[in-house]
C-alpha cells in the first residue's frame, strides 16, 4: 500500500478563518512533508519532519504551522491567510535512511485551497 | 543557477514515436534521483527511481550520468496516455531535502 491520505480534498477559507489540513500514511515512512504547489509550476517545500522532529523550514511564514503527532499523521494548521496563499497543498512521505539520503516520495493527491 | 533544471518544452510527440529529455543537477553530492510524472491538477506521481547503472521499466529508460550531473528519461513507443508533465526530483545525501525541476511537458499526438 503506497497510499498517502490528504484531508479536505478542497477548501475555501478567509483570510480570519482557522483551518487545518490533514496528513496520514501507513506505510511506515519516518520523513514527511508538506508542499505547495502553484499552477504550472513545481512543487516547493515547506517543511520536512523526520522522526517526528522538524528537521527544515523553508523560510514558511509562520501563519503557516505544521505539527507531526504521531508517525502516522501529518498537520498544516493555516490562520489569517493570504489570497496569494491559494495553491495545491501536497503531503508526502518516504523513508529516512538516516543521513544516506532517502528514498521515493510518495504523495497524497494535495488539498486545493482557495483564501477569499 | 537552479539546483535542478529542465527544458519547459512542450515536447510534442507523434503516437508511436520516441522521446528523450533531460535534467541537469548543479550539486554534485545530490545521491538519489527519480522522475515523476504529474497530470494537470493531480499529484506527483513517482515513475521512477534513477539508479547509477541505469534502468529500464518497460517503455521508459532511465540513465544517470554523474560526470555531467545529469539524469535522462527515454520514452518509447509513446501513448496518448504518456502525455504529462514530467518532473526531475533530485535529494543530496545526508538530508531529507527533495529538489524538483521545474517539469518537462511531453504532448503525445495521433
Known amino acids: 500500500d503506497t497510499e498517502v491520505t490528504q484531508t479536505p480534498k478542497h477548501l475555501v477559507m478567509g483570510m480570519t478563518n482557522k483551518k487545518s489540513l490533514k496528513c496520514e500514511q501507513h506505510?511506515?515512512?519516518?520523513?514527511m512533508y508538506w508542499y505547495k504547489q502553484k499552477a504550472k509550476k513545481p512543487p516547493e517545500l515547506m517543511f520536512v519532519y523526520s522522526y517526528e522532529k522538524l528537521s527544515i523550514n523553508e523560510s514558511v511564514p509562520s501563519r503557516f504551522s505544521p505539527e507531526c503527532p504521531n508517525s502516522s499523521l501529518l498537520n498544516l494548521h493555516l490562520h489569517a491567510l493570504q489570497p496569494e496563499d491559494s495553491a495545491l497543498y501536497l503531503c508526502?512521505?518516504?523513508?529516512?535512511?538516516?543521513?544516506?539520503?532517502?528514498?521515493?516520495?510518495?504523495f497524497g493527491q494535495g488539498t486545493r485551497l482557495t483564501v477569499v | 543557477r537552479k539546483e535542478v533544471e529542465q527544458d519547459p518544452g512542450p515536447f510534442n510527440v507523434p503516437e508511436g514515436a520516441t522521446v528523450a529529455f533531460n535534467c541537469t543537477y548543479s550539486?554534485?553530492?545530490?545521491?538519489?534521483f527519480f522522475w515523476y510524472r504529474q497530470d494537470c491538477r493531480k499529484e506527483p506521481k513517482l515513475l521512477m527511481s534513477?539508479?547509477?547503472s541505469g534502468n529500464e521499466d518497460g517503455r521508459f529508460t532511465a540513465q544517470l550520468n554523474r560526470a555531467s550531473q545529469y539524469i535522462s528519461l527515454l520514452i518509447r513507443d509513446s501513448k496518448l496516455s504518456d502525455s504529462a508533465t514530467y518532473l526531475c526530483v533530485v535529494n543530496k545525501a545526508a538530508g531529507n531535502k527533495l529538489t524538483f525541476g521545474g517539469g518537462t511537458r511531453v504532448l503525445v499526438k495521433p
Open positions: 550539486n554534485s553530492a545530490s545521491q538519489s
Open positions: 534513477v539508479y547509477s
Open positions: 506505510m511506515g515512512h519516518r520523513a
Open positions: 508526502a512521505s518516504s523513508r529516512d535512511r538516516m543521513g544516506q539520503g532517502i528514498s521515493e516520495a510518495f
